[in-house]
């Protein structure tokens, strides 16, 4: 299977929003709407992963988080020079809708076809299983073949380890779980072993 690398439209450079999503974990209570304003034209943040390992690198995740609900737009943590070729793992809550997700990744995946599985929770609401089978109808015009599984995994560490043992190359995970997946990759021991992930607001 040949990959592409993660890179910009028309072969630029990888991407890296950091510098520019600074005001989103260092603004009071989260990014004000002068700020916002200057990202009204992004359609998503793009953030290299080696930036969470630095020495001097500080972030306040509460206004992190804060802030990126208000930019309601999906969010990708990535390793540079490092393309997605391996399945993706996709948490389904009840409530998630990662159309705009699927888009942001398109430009990084293989040419070729990868598989993806949807993991659910057991107990859904009549209307929670409507959009359920939306996600499992919109996956499939993405990615192929297609897996689906009911499993409790409560943590983003179990998540990642469940995702280690079934050689997943990226994360699609609720955006409430982005504070837990940055403190996971913070402290871990090898950067190289964190799977890539994106959250969906």
Not at 85 to 103: A, P
């Amino acid at each position: 299977m040949v990959a592409k690398e993660i890179q910009n439209q028309g072969g630029q450079a990888q991407p890296n929003d950091w510098v520019s999503a600074k005001s989103f974990y260092t603004c009071k209570n989260g990014i004000c709407n002068s700020c916002l304003s200057k990202h009204e034209n992004k359609d998503q943040l793009v953030l290299p992963l080696s930036k969470l390992k630095e020495k001097d690198f500080e972030i306040d995740l509460g206004n992190f988080l804060k802030s990126l609900a208000k930019f309601d737009r999906p969010v990708l943590f990535y390793h540079r020079n490092h393309p997605i070729k391996e399945q993706v793992l996709i948490k389904f809550t009840g409530h998630e809708n990662f159309e705009n997700s699927f888009e942001v990744i398109k430009p990084f995946l293989p040419q070729t076809a990868i598989p993806a599985t949807i993991i659910s929770p057991y107990a859904l609401s009549k209307n929670n299983r409507l959009k359920e089978q939306k996600l499992v109808n919109l996956t499939k015009r993405f990615f192929e073949p297609l897996g689906f599984i009911k499993l409790h995994l409560h943590s983003v560490a179990d998540y990642h380890e469940y995702a280690e043992s079934e050689k997943i190359g990226l994360l699609m995970m609720p955006l409430k779980d982005l504070p837990d997946y940055v403190q996971y990759v913070v402290h871990s021991e090898d950067l190289k072993k964190v799977i890539p992930a994106i959250f969906q607001p």
